[in-house]
């Protein structure tokens, strides 16, 4: 089983956290002292450029973000941009699509500020200047951010100054308070949604959580281990060192979890793939299946690998269960049913492979959830709990301070990444007193955030108005600490993917992104006079999406001797890379033209930590021969290379033992073979940017001996079931990948399939220096360093040769230029700066 359905497409990162239904509330918390700032580990460094003013000023004077800022908007005419469906979670806390999250996010601010690289602007209230594509960008934000570890306590402290003078689209002043109220709601026990905040090790979190202390933590956690361990059909006994109520309590929250899990599944196919999959799965149209709850969990359940639908209905794929989907319908019930019998129950594994945000401690939930029910009860807590998250301190009525326990890199675009919600608007500021551990609503409660999920406010450039007919409304926020928005109303509307560009082209949208292909710019072309895809109807802004496409090869099974770390089979590995490699240049332009580029190294071009072709050592990924020397000339043609590719791939052959004699392999050494099985992702019917390249190294293999069986499934999760059991040898398919490169998951020993990690290191590859310089550069703050560290990991990964790079696909954004003043769009949009960045900027003509 496993969650990935498309490989070519990024993967909306999407929560996958469960807690159950019926989770009983927890003691209260004991009112104690409130943290303060001296009440955590002081810090000894930090980054260079991440000053902060650290005296606590007496009284504060607003910082206005520039000079005549407008106060009203100055067109009347709406801006209305295309957009995918809605599932109406516009919240800050619990929106689930990337499309709820941009329409919450029109609505918000948020505490950290990013360049066009993705890159942090710390001191962003007075701004900072950064060059991109050899322009000067100056970058302002509404919170200054500071980074500082203590070495001698293990600690980090992440600061966040805010703006003084930001006030949210009702006229209410943003404050520390609001930041107290956001983090409280996030970190509540209760809470479930798309943040990962829960997952830092903030100090006192797991107490506040539990509402325990640690040794009652400790205490009840051994008591969930042995349950659990006990097993679902243990018949209590006296003689258990529990109590039948917490063998029964935790076998509740247990199922809670999972069939929560199995919703979000169900959830997250509806959201992203109901367009695509409808009629090629269920032979029904989305339509049909949105109207019936029962077609939505077979729907879920036949996409995500649990279930297999034909004529005469569904069958459970491991108990055989039959629905006719006409009379009888499966239920969320059933779809638990189904995973746990599929996955004997095992909820550890289930949880490393098929939720949407795998690998997930969905375990871990259930456990908490027991722990924060069972532990305030125990003598030892005296009936008081825990009254704050000690780690979480407010300084003064502009300034957060978050402590936690290690570093880690990555970390500060989760911690300080929040948007800043209105405690006035999303709690109840009567339950707000800071010092007195009051943080805008009762602990373990979050329905009034619940109640306004459909319906944003804050401090953002738009004010939500209505969702109605498909069509999100906003108008100008005048309190925009950026100055009112240029256009007072603006449009989302929901428009089939396949429509954008003709939306755009007929006056339906003004905007609107669009996935790149061939077929789709040479639409848009078409509307243009000058046959190009920016002109006097629509102009085309590309930018590379935020992942990258790749072949892989399992160092466990395709090896020599058994053993993958050798140079031998990294030889082995180097000549089937060499002759997939060569065939990427014709491949990915003829499926894609503009719309991808061949990358060299496997890491999306969207990251900092990218080499570039322009730095010293960059290199053309299995260019060089056995010897080191260069494959290929400067002038050589794709058919000059082909042979070429060949001869090369023939003397690594040779040098893994491989026996040669009239230009071929007649036999291979132990443990190798002459034949090899790569899966791809086609359908059945060779739909995959890859697809050429496999056809080619296929012939070019034959030519020296080898054969590549290519083996394309009409149902994908063939490929993904044996990534998951780790018996693949070649396979095809696509990273989606995040702001900050971390390839601890990834590329890390301790992520092999069945290794007890991440189970996401499919390559197989164990390498002690790859595994130490990938910890090492999550431990530094220092961006420069961090890129040069990632180099030698992205070296060692090309060296081992179970990855070959093969493109960095690219979305679009197109504007009308009949309609839209392009000259007011934001100029340079990447990955990480879209033009919403600068909405309040935009023009109609």
Known sequence: MSKKILVFVSILMIAAFALSACTPTPATPAVTDVPKATDVPKATKGPEVTEVPTEVVPTFEDQPFGENLPTAPTIDTPLVVAYSDFSQKFSPFFADTG????????????????????????????????????????????????????????????????????????????????????????????????????????????????????????????????????????????????????????????????????????DYVMANYLDAYAGDIMGLTPDEIKANEGLKIAFGMALWGFADKDDTGLTGSTTGTKWDLVTAFPTIDDFYKEAYATYDGDFEKYSSVEPVNAPADLLGGVKSAFIGYWGPLDEGMGGKGVPNISGIVKVDDYTVEVTVNGFSAPAVYSILGIQVAPMHYYGDPAKYDYENNKFGFDFGDLSKQQSLTATPMGGGSYKFIKYDNKVVYFEANENYYRGCPAIAELQFKETVSS???????????????????????????????????????????????????????????????????????????????????????????????????????????????????????????????????????????????????????????????????GGKVTAAPEGAKLSYEVIIPGGGTGDHPAFAILTGAQKSLANIGIELKINDPADANILWDALDAGTQELWTAAWGATIDPDMYQVYHSSGVVGEGGSDSNHYHIRDAELDQLIVDARKSEDQNYRKAVYKQALDIIIDWAVEVPTYQRQNSVIFSTVRMDIDSITPDITTFWGWLNDIELVKMR
Not at 110 to 129: H, K, M, P, Q, Y
Not at 630 to 651: H, S, V
């Open 99 to 266: 499309y709820d999250m941009d329409v919450a996010s029109m609505t918000q601010i948020s505490l950290l500020t990013t360049d066009r690289v993705g890159g942090i602007i710390f001191n962003a209230i007075e701004g900072e200047t950064v060059n991109y594509n050899g322009t000067d960008y100056l970058y302002k934000g509404p919170a200054d951010t500071k980074v500082e570890y203590d070495e001698a306590t293990d600690t980090t402290k992440y600061t966040a100054r805010l703006r003084v003078g930001m006030k949210f689209s009702d006229g209410e002043p943003v404050t520390a308070d609001d930041i107290i109220f956001t983090y409280y709601t996030f970190l509540d026990p209760s809470y479930v949604g798309s943040t990962t905040l829960g997952s830092y090790d903030i100090l006192g979190l797991r107490d506040y959580q539990t509402q325990t202390t640690s040794e009652v933590f400790a205490k009840y956690a051994g008591i969930a281990d042995t349950i659990y361990a006990a097993g679902a059909d243990h018949v209590w006994a006296a003689s258990d060192p529990w109590t039948k109520e917490q063998q029964d309590d935790f076998w509740s929250r247990f199922e809670g979890a999972w069939t929560t899990d199995v919703q979000s599944i169900v």
């Open 499 to 661: 429509e954008v560009a003709s939306a755009v082209q007929t006056g339906t949208a003004d905007a609107g992104e669009m996935t790149g292909s061939r077929s789709r710019f040479e639409e848009v072309a078409s509307y243009n006079s000058n046959g190009e895809i920016t002109g006097d109807v629509i102009t085309t802004s590309k930018v590379d999406n935020l992942g990258y496409g790749y072949a892989g090869i399992n160092a466990d099974t395709v090896n020599v001797g058994g053993e993958p770390g050798s140079e031998a089979s990294k030889n082995l590995r180097k000549a089937l890379a060499t002759v997939l490699a060569v065939y990427r240049d014709v491949a990915i332009d003829s499926y894609y033209g503009e719309a991808a580029t061949v990358i060299n190294y496997p890491i999306s071009n969207t990251s900092w930590a990218a080499p570039q072709p322009t730095d010293e050592d960059y290199k053309i990924a299995f260019s060089t021969t056995v010897d080191g020397s260069p494959i290929y000339t400067a002038d050589m043609t794709p058919e000059q290379k082909y042979p070429a590719a060949e001869a090369a791939a023939l003397a690594y052959l040779e040098a893994a033992g491989y026996t040669v004699a």
